[in-house]
């Protein structure tokens, strides 16, 4: 196991500086910096300047080096746009995301775990129907436009609920059923999946044999079974969702990484971009070694095999 | 693939009578009538074809120019509010432009880029599924590593940021989600290609001496090409999707070309007293992904071997 977690270990670190490199030869390669940051009245002279004073005149390995350098010591340079540290911003408006991507993700669990064990239980039936009809118009509904709907209905006609902003723990019930029901498919699938499975195996058998009561059975037998891999999965899809988060914050103005990213890329704040991007691949690289770890644990033949 | 009577014939040479070989039906019938009867592929292909055959006509069915405006006749409701008219059914936008015929224009972007991409990201994806499931040991790993890599980056963001260097334009959108969205072909390539690739047939081929292409090209090909369409129908929808959450951000296709992402974002601020402005092309975008994944689904259901019989 530790052997097994070693090597994968070192394969995420890889990605992660493959990542680095990625990101910053896009953003520096597809478009010359100094002349974003000139603006559009800049002379020749003024871009020259400006190259020379951001570093952008040196060789692109050299700044590459230099930049990930710093920003293993979590110095991701100063932004173009509010010239205060990128590290500042970044991580003081991080936390926002995080409690909009906890609420998504429970709001995701809450809706589909028990839609995917009553599945599960009851196949063939309208639950798994439903289930499934659920599954299917999730995948297919726009967020941006469901996040709009519920604005229209929820925030404007009826009232219920603000649409914009952080002041209190009502401005994320929307954001986060919008941001959630787009992972809700994927769990809710392998939820009813995995409890088929399980219930299908001997020892449920025995224990339903043993006269245990089918409620026992289910939650503590079967269901702490199913999960597992479930949750393996949810951390993966949380990576995605962070990601995702853009459109969901610039509709709810929310004042998380993913309104902060929207707005650098108006500005054309290139170290800010950078900074963002990493941060957020960062995170879903470290999800996935620990949703991997979480399933090798389980099963003994990913980590040998 | 299988004999032509498929497989009532292998055990019962003899004792069959021949009118019951006639009466078994043919392969094909059989997923034909898989395919008809699926309620999924029915529907889904169904409004698909509608959608397609709207967009291609496009120039025919469209009651006015989707750019003209007519500052006279700005924000019509459509017909069934109590200020629409048939003149303009699905009503007008703020510029007075009539928004049935931008819906009618925005399928054709919605489903060129879907298609494009879908096409640029089935090339890369296959290109390295098949290698990394044909080959193993060191290829795999590597493609592996670089999809790992690229599920890594955040999609939207990185399509953003790049789109807002580099400039937009449709084809530039086209090739950032194409170059982007390749992975689940990569990936459902990989492993159809690991189930196939120790078969008899694939051994006989390379004992009767096929080079490697051919054997890729008309060994193992035709026995994965059902996942990869199932793939490439739901890859479509995602890139529709990626491409108007993209307009609906200001950095996809850029105004006054009537993409629905596009019209939505035009439309949001307006939500208060005219919604249905956001509403049409939403309920559009929203019925043309949706028919796509159910033609995706349903067409995994009816090719899964276990279902064949």
């Known amino acids: 196991m530790l052997q097994y977690a070693l090597k994968r270990l070192a394969v995420a670190i890889l990605v992660a500086l493959t990542v680095s490199m990625v990101t ?17 009245s800049a002379t020749q002279e003024d871009i020259e300047n400006i190259r020379r004073v951001y570093g952008y005149d040196r060789p692109f390995l050299v700044q590459y080096a230099n930049w990930l350098g710093n920003a293993l010591t979590g110095d991701f340079g100063r932004s173009h746009y509010l010239k205060t540290e990128v590290a500042d911003v970044v991580f003081a408006r991080l936390p926002t995301t995080m409690i909009l991507g906890a609420s998504a993700i429970t709001f995701a669990f809450i809706l589909s775990i028990p839609l995917g064990v009553l599945a599960a239980i009851k196949p063939n039936t309208i639950f798994d129907r439903l289930a499934l009809t659920l599954a299917v118009v999730g995948q297919a509904l726009p967020s941006f436009w469901f996040a709009l709907i519920m604005i229209f209905w929820l925030g404007i006609q009826w009232r219920l609920l603000p649409i914009s902003g952080t002041e209190s723990w009502q401005n994320f019930i929307m954001p986060a059923i919008a941001l959630g029901y787009y992972v809700t498919p994927a769990i809710m699938r392998l939820t009813r999946a995995g409890m088929l499975e399980v219930l299908a195996s001997d020892y449920i058998r025995t224990a339903r044999a043993k006269g245990i009561r089918p409620g026992t059975i289910l939650f503590k037998h079967a269901l702490r079974n199913a999960i597992i891999p479930v949750v393996a999965l949810a951390a993966v899809q949380f990576g995605f969702m962070l990601g995702g988060s853009i459109v969901i914050e ?10 902060l990213a929207w707005e650098s890329i108006q500005r054309a704040d290139l170290p800010m971009m950078q900074a963002i991007v990493l941060v957020l691949a960062c995170f879903y690289i470290v999800l996935t070694y620990l949703a991997d770890m979480l399933n090798a644990f389980l099963d003994p033949r990913i980590r040998v095999g | 693939m299988s004999p032509p009577n498929g497989p009532s014939t292998a055990g019962t040479i003899t004792a069959l009578p021949v009118a019951e070989q006639i009466l078994e039906p043919s392969p094909a019938a059989k997923l034909r009538r898989r395919v008809f009867g699926h309620a999924g592929v029915t529907i889904g292909a169904g409004v698909l074809l509608v959608i397609i055959a709207v967009a291609l006509l496009a120039p025919v069915l469209a009651p006015f120019d989707p750019l003209d405006q007519d500052l006279t006749q700005r924000v019509i409701p459509p017909v069934w509010h109590e200020k629409g008219s048939w003149e303009h059914p699905l009503g007008t936008d703020q510029f007075g432009r009539d ?3 931008r819906l009618m224009y925005g399928a054709r972007i919605s489903l060129l880029i879907g298609f494009v991409a879908m096409l640029i990201s089935g090339f890369i994806g296959t290109a390295l599924g098949v290698a990394a499931g044909y080959f193993g040991g060191r290829v795999d ?7 790992t890599t690229r599920l890594s ?17 449709l084809w530039i959108v086209i090739w950032v989600l194409g170059l982007l969205i390749w992975d689940r072909f990569a990936v459902v390539m990989r492993s159809s290609v690991q189930q196939v690739r120790d078969l008899d047939y694939v051994a006989a081929a390379k004992a ?4 490697t292409t051919r054997i890729i090209l008309s060994e193992i090909m035709p026995n994965i090409v059902n996942n990869l369409i199932v793939v490439a129908t739901l890859e479509m929808a995602h890139a529709i999707l990626l491409e108007a959450a993209l307009s609906y951000l200001g ?3 850029q105004p006054p070309a009537p993409s629905w992402g596009l019209m939505i974002s035009e439309g949001k601020g307006m939500i208060f007293f005219d919604s249905w402005l956001i509403g049409i092309p939403g309920a559009a975008l929203f019925a043309m992904v949706l028919a796509i ?17």
């Open chain 2, 293 to 309: 994944n159910l033609l995706g689904d349903g067409l995994r259901d009816v090719t899964a071997p276990e279902n064949r019989n």
């Open chain 1, 250 to 259: 610039t509709i709810f103005a929310i004042n998380g990484l993913g309104f």
């Open chain 2, 208 to 211: 009767l001496g096929c080079s």
């Open chain 1, 24 to 40: 910053f030869s896009l953003l520096h390669l597809t478009g010359d910096p100094a002349i974003a940051l000139a603006g559009e």
């Open chain 2, 251 to 253: 950095l996809g296709v």
């Open chain 2, 153 to 169: 980056l955040p999609v939207i963001l990185v399509a953003l940021a790049v789109v807002s260097i580099i400039g937009n334009s």
């Open chain 2, 141 to 147: 790993m590597v493609v592996n590593f670089i999809i």
């Open chain 2, 99 to 101: 928004y049935l015929s």
